[in-house]
């Protein structure tokens, strides 16, 4: 087996690892919240809110840094700084006393962690850049699957053990994450030889500038964003299909959200390909229209069924967004400035993350829970007619740029 692959698949079950350890209770921060001296909903949905947009605005904050020492001393490392600083978060929120103590430690969270973006990134610098579509499109169904899985089982063994043991539990995931990376990958890489100090910012300025970024960038921002309006009221949005009170309703939740986390997984597994053939701006502007087609339909849906039929749809459109914005990404950077550029889109990924849930129970609070999903699909077209505008037709899906051009 060559070395790109075999680090390939070892950071696919490293990517589903920490995904399933990470939602395996993150779903159950409200009632951890609770649990921790909360009372009343509106305090819990509020500091719910404060909770789950704290590690986005760390996150933001600290995922360019991170990118820009990846390109001095490696990808790898900084994939391994990630796993083991979610394994020191997610002990740390098992003995959490206070609610202010977990708002800390989500803080620490977006600080240390970034395996999604740390992953993607290796992967793109290993893989052949005519491979790039397909790896990143397996990548991200390792994302899809986590999704799915860690709440279905989250579920169960916060029943049975409680959050805190669930919590402590899940860090065991990451884990074997971090021992799988450092002891399972390799990397190619070779740090640069100048020393100059304003490289970094000349190189941030050079991936801020290359033809397309800032409009890939926005597709991943406005997904996170789209992605996570509905987070704060989606269950409560199928206990209003499913029967308010009616027995199982977290165990119809969750098979709802499993059931678009798996088709999200295999439609990645299947467009990955799709986007090295077609094109991947192409394959970017289908999914983004047909992702917010879906979106608007989950507003008129009228019962558990039809929901669950709409998120097997809105899974397989939402499997070629993220892969084809990511090869975008992966096209439009020189190989010594991929870091800063996964790191600048995954800051805005965090940004997108941390004003989803809180626009959106604004929007629900105003409007009703249907509206969010009207803003989803507003959210996702106003990208694809951007990716139209602003990105280039045709992707460089070959040869690396020469090494004088700023812009590959």
Not at 7 to 21: K, R
Not at 99 to 105: A, E, Q, R, S
Not at 159 to 164: E, I, L, P, S, T
Request: glycine share 12%.
């Amino acid at each position: 087996m060559s070395s790109w692959k075999r680090t390939f698949y070892a950071s696919f079950i490293a990517q589903m690892c920490s995904i399933t350890g990470f939602s395996l209770a993150m779903p159950f921060m409200a009632f951890y919240i609770r649990q921790l001296g909360i009372t009343g909903d509106a305090a819990v949905a509020r500091w719910s809110g404060y909770v789950n947009a704290a590690a986005g605005l760390t996150m933001a904050v600290f995922a360019p840094i991170w990118g820009h020492v990846a390109d001095r001393v490696g990808r790898r490392p900084m994939v391994i700084r990630s796993m083991y600083g979610g394994v020191v978060v997610l002990l740390l929120m098992s003995v959490a006393q206070s609610v202010y103590h977990l708002l800390v430690f989500r803080l620490i969270q977006g600080m240390l962690t970034g395996t999604i973006a740390a992953l993607v990134a290796l992967v793109a610098g290993e893989a052949p850049r005519e491979r790039a579509g397909h790896a990143l499109g397996v990548m991200q169904a390792a994302v899809f699957v986590g999704f799915a899985v860690g709440p279905l089982i989250g579920g169960v063994l916060a029943d049975a053990a409680g959050y805190r043991a669930t919590f402590a539990l899940s860090s065991l995931l990451l884990l074997a994450g971090g021992l799988l990376v450092q002891f399972g990958t390799s990397e190619s890489f070779v740090a640069p030889r100048d020393g100059n100090p304003g490289e970094g910012f000349a190189g941030i300025r050079a991936v801020l500038t290359a033809e397309g970024f800032a409009a890939a960038a926005f597709v991943l921002f406005s997904v996170r964003y789209a992605n996570s309006i509905t987070a704060p009221t989606f269950g409560l949005f199928v206990e209003q299909l499913y029967g308010k009170g009616a027995a199982m309703t977290n165990t119809v939740v969750g098979l709802v959200n499993a059931v678009g986390g798996f088709s999200a997984a295999i439609g990645a597994f299947l467009l990955g390909n799709v986007g090295d053939r077609w094109g991947h701006k192409r394959l970017l502007i289908a999914s983004c229209v047909f992702g917010g087609a879906v979106s608007l339909g989950y507003a008129f849906s009228r019962s558990v069924l039809s929901l669950g039929a709409l998120r097997v749809l809105f899974g397989l459109g939402a499997a070629g967004i993220l892969p084809a914005a990511n090869a975008i990404v992966r096209h439009l950077s020189q190989d010594k400035h991929m870091g800063k550029a996964f790191g600048l889109t995954a800051a805005a990924g965090s940004i997108g993350w941390m004003l989803g849930p809180w626009s959106g129970g604004e929007v629900a609070a105003a409007y009703g829970l249907r509206a969010p999903f009207v803003l989803m699909a507003i959210g996702v077209w106003v990208s694809a007619v951007l990716v139209a505008v602003l990105v280039r037709p045709d992707p460089p899906r070959a040869a690396p740029a020469p090494a004088a051009e700023p812009v590959a």
